[in-house]
């Protein structure tokens, strides 16, 4: 099964793909780690690829390396893709001659992602995560090193913008076309972290198990 992941950083679908990696015994894999995959082993794409570092890779070049990726031995069951497609261009050439099983769309309130992470503090030391709303101490816990905003934190407003203009269009496209499974992430019943994240896997496997 050939699946893609759509939602917001921060919205938990990392957690969820290295449960379904396990599960289905297929790899979780983001366009970042083809593109790095493909160059440090020199393929053909790879070589390519190579030649558009510092810009922006074409589509044609983008869709070209990931198919290159599920050619594969260990892609023969399948593959969780992250971050690909990633525009609607890129969606539609491929699936003329690729294929898509389902793209599982975590639909978050992008306040509770933004409001979340502008909370957080990482120890500069250890990479240990706290929240500014549970944690009263500019120090960690765990080994006393000083608590930062991370660089990639602080541009998450802007990352959340360039997201939204991206990925709606794409959403539209994929619920138009049928594949999309949309998982509505503000309304998960759950209380705990822990029972959050069980409830929104269940959703997604008994969907997916639908393709087995
Ligand atoms: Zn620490």
């Known amino acids: 099964m050939i699946i893609s992941m759509l939602g917001a950083p921060g919205c938990g679908k990392g957690t969820q793909a290295k449960k379904l990696s396990q599960r289905y015994n297929i790899p979780h894999i983001s366009t970042g780690d083809i593109f790095r995959k493909a160059i ?3 393929t053909p794409m790879g070589k390519v690829a190579q030649q558009y570092m510092s810009t922006l890779v074409p ?3 983008v869709i070209e390396l990931v198919k290159e990726r599920l050619s594969q031995p260990d892609c023969a069951n399948g593959v969780i893709l992250d971050g690909f497609p990633r525009t609607v261009n890129q969606a539609d050439v491929y699936l003329k001659s690729g ?3 389902k793209v599982i769309y975590f639909n978050i309130d992008e306040q509770v992602v933004v ?3 502008l ?7 250890c990479g240990e995560i706290y929240s500014i709303l549970t944690h009263n101490s500019d120090t960690c816990d765990k080994c006393g ?3 930062v905003v991370r660089a990639e934190d602080a541009k998450i ?3 959340i913008d360039s997201y939204k203009k991206e990925t709606y269009p794409l959403v539209e496209y994929f619920k138009q076309n049928g594949l999309l499974f949309e998982l509505d ?5 759950a209380t705990e972290p822990e029972d959050q994240i069980n409830e929104i896997y269940d959703k997604i496997t008994s969907e997916l198990d639908k393709l087995i």
């Open 40 to 42: 440090k082993e020199g």
């Open 59 to 61: 589509d044609e070049i």
């Open 99 to 101: 294929k898509l099983d």
């Open 115 to 117: 409001d979340r992470i």
């Open 119 to 125: 909370n957080r503090r990482t120890c500069a030391n």
């Open 145 to 147: 090193g000083e608590l």
């Open 157 to 159: 407003q802007d990352r």
């Open 185 to 189: 992430i503000n309304n998960v019943k």
